[in-house]
């Protein structure tokens, strides 16, 4: 089937927003080339549990789209159009099954030589997209904030490497109280500055109890989840003829039910909740590496929901043991932990999470600050801090952010 | 073709970085293809040279090797491998970056295009199957040390005039090991790792028979040495690396080709795990060519090629996410390099012509006296 082809009816199993939005604009769906419609379908199938800003920049896009000529429609979409596709992928049920067609779409570009210049395509309509459609500056500048090094009681080598030319280096942090402190100051923009899935408090352990107006996700409070997840994953790797790619498959389309997740209490919130299970299903490690679960989660919470504040705490995760042994679900003893690696894993994360905050609105405003938990040294970037500095100042981290923000 | 052309801008430039690193810190020359000296060609005649190719481990950023900051993670190859080499800082890969389709792609010398985790034989004829049918060589000239068992039929491919019967004779280690410690694999685990490019997905190992045969006949190894040893290593590279010096000690392939695997570890996203197999695999890489160097059937007469299949994804792509993986496809995840070393090769010089992934196989050939005519590469003449 084409997109030319599309009909209202063929949309009804999708949920009713995500099917409100598709049935509104399908005169523009409709014009759209094979290999482009899919990809967005894949985003909105799931509209109905997406974050505010995932839900504004599609309807921001598609109202863009809506405005086009037919002539203009064709000029911007011709590098897509030029794209050759395969029978198989135009006979396959790509309304149905949107996620799927884009794999074999991936599979089919790489092997046709034609990834390079799908990546170019893609790029030139997502930089049209954002000159047409600038995106909206955040009301407060962006504040992020991880902590990396829990358990460390010394470390030698340099830290925050990557970052150092971009901000101040503090050598004489005074750590007392110092995670309240920076959980206080997310609550506290919480409260000032109430958005929904605006602020939010990722730990790579245990978290500690926040205010309910914090978007809290928590490698502990998903073991439940990933210990189901693993026995699914186990049952399916057993299975005769099952493959790496179907195994992806099968995870992208585990639902929060199928993981036996709830949160119990009045606590229910199925966006979230589907943000934690694709953190697990469609992240590479984060089931088995506490460390990568908090940096996977951390770039999918800041590109997915475009937060105003972010905390990212990095526990310890477990030594590396052969992949088998990680994915069993049935470990007998706790297992061991590796302290040093897992905080080279979080100074680089941090870095990431920089990076990725940057690629948000508003980033000459973005505050960032990183610190080594229990520990003198933190790293703070703002508009004001300047680059390449070390502070000799004796500060607590209530000051230090006095001072980036 | 305005992507194409900054394509191949954007390869240049890491080409020059890498050039000017590795010329303030190992003090290369530039070379040029048209300045050989005399003794170049003052090497043993092609039935007694031998090569040595070794796949530099799952690929490794510029940023974490040959960058200032990297250079720490690779002592061996700044300051003993590199000054003894010529280096090539812009090998492009313009394949599939998947690593047992790339690695079939860099023994075949076209670029395949099958499904990268399905257990089926390279289509093109390998290099081995060109050394072998073209100079008549016996199955136990040629040699592949594999990481994993994805890469078992990396040996030989399924063309009708090459394919069964001409194609390398393939080692996998790990299936060693798993057969001769089948009632005591707990204290191995360690050495069995698999499979990072999908770190969710590890099937199981089996050994059989067979390579327990292989085990004692081949490399002279009793069970009870081999899984004594195994519990000195501490991953499956070093695995590898101790059976492919086996190997050479034992049967001495004119044609060893070792995939080293370790820095694939990137895929499971833990930082420090990738700088440890970097670490590890820098090691190697050095351990093996001592090798190559008091073998005697491989002194003097050894040309050691190292290469990664691909790189991996830049931090500035928002597409990937960094060293985790290879799957955009951008300039930093196609462009590598090769390192090559032994008699007649030029010492510390680097070249900073683009040359291509497929250009190794018609290089091997014009080292060793095949013609891999059905390969879409040249040979690189700056090693002949």
């Not at chain 1, 395509?121 to 009301?139: G, I, K, Q, W």
């Not at chain 2, 000017?20 to 005649?45: E, I, T």
């Amino acid at each position: 089937m084409l997109p030319s082809d599309l009909k209202p009816e063929k949309f009804d199993g999708y949920p009713p927003e995500a099917r409100k939005i598709v049935v509104n604009y399908l005169a523009v769906l409709r014009q759209l080339p094979l290999s482009f419609v899919p990809g967005l379908l894949r985003e909105l199938v799931n509209y109905d549990f997406k974050f505010p800003a995932e839900r504004k920049s599609h309807d921001r896009e598609l109202e863009y789209l809506s405005t086009l000529s037919a002539g203009q429609m064709k000029e911007c979409f011709h590098g897509f159009a030029d794209i050759s596709l395969s029978k198989q992928l135009e006979d396959f049920d790509w309304v149905r099954s949107p996620a799927q067609f884009v794999e074999r779409l991936s599979a089919h570009l790489w092997s046709t030589h034609q990834l390079d210049n799908f990546r170019k395509v893609s790029n030139d309509y997502a930089d049209r997209l954002r000159t047409a459609v600038p995106p909206e500056p955040p009301p407060i500048p962006r504040l992020g904030m991880s902590v990396i090094g829990q358990g460390v009681s010394s470390y030698s080598d340099p830290l925050f490497r990557k970052l150092r030319a971009h901000g101040a280096y503090y050598a004489h942090i005074n750590p007392d109280n110092g995670f309240q402190d920076l959980l206080d100051a997310v609550t506290v923009r919480a409260k000032a500055h109430p958005t929904p899935y605006g602020h939010w408090y990722i730990d790579g352990g245990e978290s500690i109890a926040c205010d309910a107006a914090l978007a809290c996700v928590s490698y502990k409070a998903l073991e439940p989840t990933r210990t189901v997840l693993l026995r699914k994953m186990q049952e399916e790797i057993d299975r005769p003829g099952m493959g790496p790619e179907a195994l992806r498959t099968t995870m992208a389309q585990m639902r929060p039910a199928d993981l036996g997740m709830d949160r119990g209490g009045g606590l229910h919130d199925e966006i979230l909740e589907r943000f934690e299970v694709s953190v697990l299903t469609e992240g590479s490690g984060t089931q088995i590496f506490s460390t990568v679960f908090a940096q996977w989660a951390a770039r999918e919470a800041l590109r997915r929901a475009q937060p105003l504040t972010l905390l990212v705490r990095f526990a310890p995760r477990q030594r590396q043991r052969p992949m088998n042994e990680m994915l069993s679900a049935e470990a007998k003893v706790p297992p061991e932990l590796d302290f040093v690696g897992s905080l080279i894993d979080g100074d680089f994360a941090a870095y990431y999470n920089w990076l990725n905050q940057q690629r948000l609105p508003g980033a000459e405003k973005s505050c960032f600050l990183v610190w080594f938990e229990g520990h003198n040294q933190a790293l703070a970037i703002g508009p004001s801090t300047p680059r390449g500095s070390e502070s000799a100042s004796v500060a607590d981290l209530r000051q230090v952010l006095a001072w980036t923000l | 073709m305005p992507n194409v052309s900054h394509a191949r801008e954007l390869s240049q430039r890491i080409a020059r970085t890498r050039r000017d690193f590795l010329r303030d810190a190992a003090g290369l020359a530039l070379g040029s293809a048209f300045c050989r000296p005399a003794w170049a060609k003052a090497v043993a005649s092609p039935s007694k040279r031998k090569v040595v190719v070794i796949t530099f481990g799952g690929g490794a950023r510029d940023q974490e090797t040959f960058m200032i900051e990297g250079q720490e993670n690779i002592p061996h190859l700044m300051s003993e491998l590199i000054p003894q080499s010529s280096f090539f800082t812009q090998v492009i890969n313009r394949g599939i970056l998947g690593h047992y389709v790339a690695t079939a792609s860099l023994a075949t010398g076209v670029y395949e295009t099958f499904n990268n985790f399905a257990a089926v034989s390279p289509e093109s004829p390998t290099a081995f199957e060109y050394f072998r049918k073209d100079l008549k060589r016996p199955s136990s000239d040629a040699w592949v040390v594999a990481p994993s068992n994805g890469f078992n039929r990396i040996g030989e491919s399924s063309h009708r005039s090459y394919g069964p019967g001409f194609g390398a004779r393939v080692i996998l280690p790990k299936r060693l090991l798993s057969a001769a410690t089948s009632t005591s694999s707990h204290d191995y685990q360690h050495l069995l790792r698999d499979n990072y490019e999908t770190p969710y997905f590890t099937p199981e190992l089996e050994g059989n028979e067979f390579e327990l045969q292989q085990l004692e006949m081949i490399l002279k190894l009793s069970v009870d040495d081999f899984k004594s040893h195994a519990q000195t290593l501490s991953s499956p590279d070093e695995l590898s690396v101790y059976i492919a010096r086996q190997l050479m000690r034992h049967v001495a392939p004119s044609l060893l080709w070792i995939t080293l695997h370790d820095i694939d570890v990137a895929h499971a996203g833990a930082y420090s795990l990738y700088i440890e197999g970097i670490r590890r695999t820098d090691r190697l890489c050095s351990e093996l060519w001592k090798a190559i160097q008091t073998e005697p059937e491989y002194a003097g007469n050894t040309t050691l090629f190292i290469l990664p299949d691909f790189g991996r994804d830049s931090d500035e792509d928002a597409g990937g996410n960094g060293f985790q993986h290879h799957r955009t496809g951008d300039t930093l995840s196609r462009t590598t390099w090769m390192l090559a070393a032994g008699p007649g090769v030029r010492q510390g010089v680097v070249f900073d012509r683009a040359v291509d992934s497929t250009d190794l196989v018609p290089t091997l050939g014009a080292v060793l006296g095949f013609h891999a005519s059905l390969s879409q590469g040249k040979p690189v003449q700056e090693v002949l």
